[in-house]
């Protein structure tokens, strides 16, 4: 094979490898979802729409998997001081995994005046993959806890996963695939495979390996050129 050809098929073959490897990066999907909740409250039901965010980033064996409220859910009729508001929820789980997800966060970081929408503080835990596959993740019911009561707001519009990732179980077991959701925000998370994707886990996967398949393909194309100049020189 001629130097020229040869240069021509390193430089094919570096540029396949770098596809291949993009190709190869694990998925992760996530998506705002309105979530229309209807609260159980000391004072009575009460209901609001929040948009929901869920993010997934790798840590360890398992996703960090952070939730995000966008807009304010239930209220007080009295004040709520600092640190007088505790929330939590659950995250449903779907897909190749089932069951749920607990998430939890820091009190209100200030007063929450009375009657006014209660804004959510972002609630996280840590998701550890039992079966491999996708997996979706969609917000559960939300619990607050505040001056001795407690208000428990469940979604009432059947909300769509926020997040799904593709995760592979640390015991490598194999599970039924689900489906994913929609590009869009944020988290993945994550899973991963999480999520608002950007920010997720599996997309971090994306870019390390996007940059691997380009050093690949740098290297070839580097080795290529140092063969033909030095060709060039053996025929001076």
Sequence with gaps: MSYPKRTAALVSAAALAGSAVLLAAPAAHADVVDVNYHC????????????????????GSGYKITMSWQKGVSSSPVELGKGAMNPSATIVLGGADNGTLSVS???????????????????????????????????????????????????????????????TAAGGSSGSSGSSGSSGSSSQSSTDSGGRLPKTGPEDSVVALGTLGGTVLLAGAAGALWLTRRNQAVRR
Excluded: E, M, W
Aim: hydrophobic letters at 30%.
């Design 40 to 59: 159980k409250t000391p004072i009575g039901d009460k209901s609001a729409v929040s948009p929901i965010d869920i993010k997934g980033v790798k840590s």
């Design 105 to 167: 966060g820091p009190a209100n970081q200030a007063a929450i005046p009375a009657n006014t929408p209660i804004k959510i503080n972002d609630l996280s835990g840590t998701y550890t993959p039992k079966k491999s596959g996708k997996v979706t993740f969609t917000a559960g019911v939300l619990t607050i806890k505040a001056l001795g009561t407690t208000t428990t707001c469940t979604p009432a519009n059947s909300p769509k996963p926020s997040l799904t990732l593709d995760v």
